[in-house]
């Protein structure tokens, strides 16, 4: 039950286009869901993250879209670029514990 | 504002051996948790430390121990190492309650042989 699945485990997106990751998990107490990007030799960083009290929150060419009754939520990434090539983890977590349950990560590549 | 420091950067252990990790928060963090990372599994939450007490642990053995001192910086002691424990370990600080926000340090490389 404290388990976050993210798919795909790679994938590959021309420039321009847009990128998907999905996750699911099962703990209907997780009430913070954040993505953070990670970039080769570098710590994981917030990229963005969402409560379930709203189903979607935008951040420039970043979305998360939040499904409470399926217990998914992805990430968009629109006009995608060669700079957002990265690992992307999706997590989640129950406020009052902060202590977050990841994602086992997607790595992305965006083609020129 | 310094970001979070993680020194060294790369080790290199022989099976058997005990290694410890050093992590120095945000300026102002008070709580400290680490991590492991391991190709295809993700980040594994090894604990989390807030102002000198650990708040919270994950299921990893008892080889794997922590300490946070009154200035917030944090150690993390491996023992007996195994081949196993290879991995990238990360470190991240937030201010403490109220906020969930991490911030990483870039990470200590340790690789067993």
């Known amino acids: 039950q404290q388990q976050v699945k993210q798919s795909p485990q790679s994938l590959i997106v021309q420039k321009g286009g847009i990128s998907i990751i999905n996750c699911a998990y099962e703990n209907t107490a997780f009430d913070y869901f954040p993505w953070y990007q990670q970039f080769p030799g570098k710590g994981p960083a917030l990229l963005i993250a969402i409560r379930p009290d709203v189903s979607e929150k935008k951040e420039g060419r970043f979305t998360i879209s939040f499904n409470k009754s399926a217990k998914q939520f992805s990430l968009h990434i629109m006009d995608s670029q060669p700079g957002d090539s990265a690992t992307y983890f999706c997590?989640?977590?129950?406020?009052?514990?902060?202590?977050?349950?990841w994602g086992a990560g997607t790595k992305l590549i965006i083609k020129p | 504002k310094a970001g979070v420091t993680q020194t060294p950067r790369y080790l290199i252990k022989t099976r058997g051996q005990q290694v410890t990790l050093s992590c120095s928060p945000i300026s102002g963090h008070r709580s400290v948790s680490w991590y492991q990372q391991t190709p295809g599994q993700g980040l594994q939450f090894l604990f989390e430390y807030f102002s000198e007490t650990q708040r919270n642990k994950g299921n990893f053995p008892g080889r794997f121990s922590g300490r946070q001192f009154s200035n917030s910086r944090s150690e993390m002691n491996v023992s007996t190492l195994e081949l196993g424990d290879s991995a990238l370990y990360l470190c991240?600080?937030?201010?403490?309650?109220?906020?969930?926000?991490?911030?990483f340090g870039s990470g200590t490389q340790l690789s067993v042989l």
């Open positions: 991240a600080s937030r201010p403490g309650t109220g906020s969930e926000k991490l911030f």
């Open positions: 997590a989640a977590s129950i406020s009052s514990n902060y202590q977050l349950i």
